[in-house]
């Protein structure tokens, strides 16, 4: 260390190496013994005026990568030029961040990474004002989170750094500098998807993407278009997106996620969607056609996406769907006929139907039969009173279906409480199935104000297509 | 005239004074029971353990019988409400605090953590413990308190209840946290001092 007198200057040149152990910071432990860190330092600070320095120095952080910063100027005005070569995620991940993400997160158990970033930065202040350019690489990349069924095969990107804080000293006119990420083999539980590619544009803290993103799915194509994340340094930072699907072959999909193939195409049009402080917004509609009909989903929302606490939830209409054609896929007794309805204010909090209002009704169809199964009478009645019907005794247990002229059924799940009733009046007799001209079989709530909890409706649902000896609905 | 007077006064007096004090408004009994039905739950393994042989079954939130139920003046008067305890979010929080709770159960026994008179946890002494320690000590604490605020918010919401009233869900949930606590636990009263149970 040199220390001029006349100048009021000192110059120094520092070489340390570090042997840490264990170091906590708020949550953050890790146990570093064994690792080493260095620096080696020269510069210059003056102890009067202005208090002008420099700084140039090399580091070495445990061996994940090669870490050099400048850094000059005084104490209002400066920049740093920082540079970041070869950083091994695996090393940063196993030498650093393993236990503390385990920790955090049990997803995050196991977490590995491989391939490198570099880092090429130029940080200046000026009247107040901090600028940020350069350049982020990350080259061979692959992530693998076991614990999430996550994984990506292969990421590269290339992106440009143009920030301004605070964000009032952006200057709207500053062309984009153009990038790029791309992903290979993504996989999570059972969705695969081969490659995405991204371009993108960033100006003065706003990140748009000039090309849609075409994302090719269940042979068809998920379109996301018009991307803009807006004032990316700020907790309110906005990010708006378009998103069309398009053809997407709903047989494949359910097989690959539900084992049940159901037949049908989705395509939809969510519009522009916003996703701002934690919830994403939905404009738009998504159409699924599906056995015959066509299911018109509304109001999308998804809030918390990456908490357990996620919130998502919508509305639903449908509209001509096929009895026959469902009731083969789906497990609820066979049926036959057109049906038509909603399912309003549907969410779902935690992993579970928090709040619905389900509404069903038939509607008769000129040369499709009405009938309803013995099954699906003895599934409806399980639902509603918690015990099966009395159709496998006397007379009725000869007939396995029994024709209806109507069937309207409002299922309301809020608070907590499940509600199961018919729309069906007549003389002051509340009907959820009403029978046909001839013979079948009336389905009647005989307590109207009745209403089960939710883990009651949990265990009714999976009772349903069991065998049940009770007898509580009322035979016409 | 005057003799009406005397009969009309006491009458008019009588009339606001029911008026004001019948006010059905924060549902404290509920809120307490249910309280205390979700600290059982989230402290279950405890209960099937030994713990539960050196502690009344009875009067396990000790601050409830302070609490002042039916007055007359200006306070309130509550009413037998049940409160909903059951909705998605609660069931998903207290499934993440009995997780959690088996974890916890260590800091409390060194006096590390205590509960605190806002139904919340709080890092006491971590003088004993080793960094590792502390820094899962720090993480619980903070991801429990998070649970605990959003429990209460949903409990609220849950009910109808107005977000003001925070404060005195938190409350009565301290008191069924700090009731059903360990003898040798660390509790903050009422007053903000801090002792052993």
């Given amino acids: 260390m040199n220390y001029a007198i006349p100048e009021q200057k000192v110059a120094f040149n520092i070489v340390s190496i570090q042997q840490p152990g264990e170091l906590l910071w708020k949550d953050y432990y890790n146990n570093f013994k064994g690792q080493k860190t260095s620096i080696k330092a020269d510069g210059m600070l003056s102890l009067s005026g202005d208090a002008s320095f420099s700084l140039h120095a090399n580091l070495d952080i445990f061996q994940t990568g090669d870490y050099s910063f400048m850094m000059k100027g005084n104490k209002n005005d400066w920049s740093l030029k920082a540079v970041a070569a070869k950083v091994s995620h695996k090393n940063i991940i196993e030498k650093i961040f393993k236990e503390y993400l385990s920790n955090t997160s049990s997803g995050l158990k196991g977490f590995s990474a491989t391939g490198y970033s570099s880092l090429n930065t130029i940080i200046w202040r000026k009247n107040g004002t901090t600028y940020v350019t350069g350049q982020y690489t990350m080259t061979d990349t692959a992530i693998h989170a076991p614990d999430m069924q996550f994984s990506i095969g292969s990421i590269s990107a290339i992106l440009p750094l143009d920030f301004v804080h605070p964000s009032s000293a952006r200057q709207d006119s500053t062309a984009g500098l153009l990038g790029n990420i791309r992903f290979q083999n993504i996989q999570r539980k059972r969705l695969a998807i081969d490659t995405v590619r991204i371009p993108v544009m960033i100006a003065q803290n706003r990140l748009a993407v000039p090309e849609p993103v075409i994302i090719p799915f269940f042979l068809g194509k998920i379109h996301i278009y018009n991307i803009v994340a807006d004032d990316l340094l700020s907790p309110d930072m906005q990010l708006k997106f378009g998103l069309t699907i398009e053809n997407i072959n709903l047989g494949r999909m359910t097989k690959k996620f539900l084992d049940v193939e159901l037949p049908g195409a989705v395509n939809a049009d969510f519009g522009m969607m916003k996703y701002q402080q934690n919830r994403l917004l939905s404009e738009g509609t998504a159409k699924i056609n599906v056995f015959d009909g066509e299911i018109i989903a509304k109001n999308f929302f998804a809030e918390d996406i990456t908490k357990p606490s996620r919130k998502i939830g919508g509305d639903i209409f449908f509209q001509n769907i096929n009895l026959e054609k469902m009731t083969r896929k789906i497990p609820v007794g066979s049926m036959s006929g057109i049906i038509q309805g909603s399912l309003q204010a549907f969410v779902m909090e935690y992993g579970q139907p928090a709040s619905f209002v389900l509404e069903i009704e038939s509607v008769k169809k000129s040369g499709i039969e009405q009938e309803i199964s013995a099954d699906a009478i003895e599934n409806i009645s399980v639902l509603g009173t918690g015990a099966g019907s009395v159709l496998s005794r006397g007379v009725t247990k000869y007939f396995k279906n029994f024709p209806y002229s109507k069937i309207g059924i409002r299922c309301v799940l809020r608070n907590d409480q499940f509600r199961i009733n018919g729309t069906l009046m007549e003389d002051g007799t509340e009907y959820l199935i009403r029978r046909g001209f001839f013979r079948g079989v009336d389905v009647v709530n005989q307590n109207p104000e009745n209403a089960i909890s939710f883990r009651d409706m949990v265990e009714r649902l999976n009772r349903m297509s069991k065998p049940v000896n009770s007898e509580e609905i009322q035979i016409q | ?197």
Wanted: include cysteine; charge should be positive; hydrophobic fraction near 40%.
């Fill in chain 2, 1 to 197: 005239m005057k003799k009406k007077l005397h009969l009309i006064i006491p009458l008019f007096v009588f009339v606001l004074v029911s008026c004001v004090t019948v006010n059905i408004y924060f549902p404290a009994t509920a809120i307490q029971k249910a309280a205390d039905q979700i600290v059982d739950d989230v402290r279950a393994q405890e209960q099937n353990g030994e713990q539960k042989k050196s502690e009344p079954k009875k009067d396990e939130s000790s601050w409830l019988k302070n609490l002042p139920l039916i007055s007359f003046g200006a306070s309130e008067a509550y009413a037998a409400v049940d409160i909903e305890v059951s909705t998605p979010a609660i069931r998903g929080l207290k499934d993440s605090m009995k997780n959690r709770f088996l974890a916890l159960q260590p800091f409390y026994g060194k006096g590390a953590l205590g509960e605190n008179n806002k139904g919340l946890v709080e890092v006491r002494n971590a003088d004993s413990l080793s960094l590792k320690e502390r820094a899962d000590l720090n993480r619980l604490s903070q991801q429990e308190n998070s649970d605990r605020n959003a429990l209460y918010s949903e409990i609220l919401r849950a009910n109808k209840l107005n977000p003001d009233m925070m404060g005195q869900v938190q409350k009565l949930f301290a008191n069924s946290w700090r009731g059903k606590s360990r003898q040798g636990w660390w509790i903050q009263q009422d007053n903000g001092q801090w002792m052993k149970k």
